[in-house]
T-cell receptor, first 115, second 115 residues
């Protein structure tokens, strides 16, 4: 079974600074995807960024980028130029490449943005 | 922008009662999911549904749970006889493709409180 571990229950960063959220996972599969989801208070989860395991290039979406270390099974999220609207729970998640398997989530990291 | 909608937003019920949580997925999506999140814990996969049948289910999804797509638009989760430990936030999600290939779109969740 796959597992996803987020070791930082809470992180705090000053507005406009950069923060990195950590995630490690364990799997024996070769075809999989990794995700970071953002959950603002009382709102639904939205996809921040997605990485295909077969791609060596790290995914980027504007201020969000990942550091995907496949051998180390590490998938960290970097948020540059942090904004107040980035405050949320961030979940790292894993999905197998095929079938209809659901996502396996980590416990989440609560990100606080200090003005 | 299309979105996944869930009703009710909050339901309070007595232990042993039946509960139905409703979801309207995005109209052209083919894969449907239910997840739950007990307060303070990680988001957990319950079940996936494709082609009018269950594709995958987790250990949590026991005989007390059932899902249905009764009319081609709604996707429901029924808990036959609720227990205290069923108190959680239940999230519906839908996707165009299964596994990690399709982006999951989540609803805002239905909070279930069992007394």
């Amino acid at each position: 079974a796959q597992t996803v571990t987020q070791s930082q229950p809470e992180m705090s960063v000053q507005e406009a600074e950069t923060v990195t959220l950590s995630c490690t996972y364990d799997t024996s599969e070769s075809d999989y995807y990794l995700f970071w989801y953002k959950q603002p208070p009382s709102r639904q989860m939205i996809l921040v960024i997605r990485q295909e395991a077969y791609k060596q290039q790290n995914a980027t979406e504007n201020r969000f980028s990942v550091n995907f270390q496949k051998a180390a099974k590490s998938f960290s999220l970097k948020i540059s130029d942090s904004q107040l609207g980035d405050a949320a729970m961030y979940f790292c998640a894993y999905a197998s490449g095929g079938g209809a398997d659901g996502l396996t989530f980590g416990k989440g990291t609560h990100l606080i943005i200090q003005p | 922008e299309p979105e996944v909608t869930q009703t009710p937003s909050h339901q309070v019920t007595q232990m042993g009662q039946e509960v139905i949580l409703r979801c309207v997925p995005i109209s052209n999506h083919l894969y449907f999911y239910w997840y739950r999140q007990i307060l303070g814990q990680k988001v957990e996969f319950l079940v996936s549904f494709y082609n009018n049948e269950i594709s995958e289910k987790s250990e949590i999804f026991d005989d007390q749970f059932s899902v249905e797509r009764p009319d081609g638009s709604n996707f429901t989760l029924k808990i036959r006889s609720t227990k205290l430990e069923d108190s959680a936030m239940y999230f519906c999600a839908s996707a165009l493709a299964g596994g990690g290939r399709g982006e999951l779109f989540f609803g805002e969740g239905s909070r279930l409180t069992v007394l």
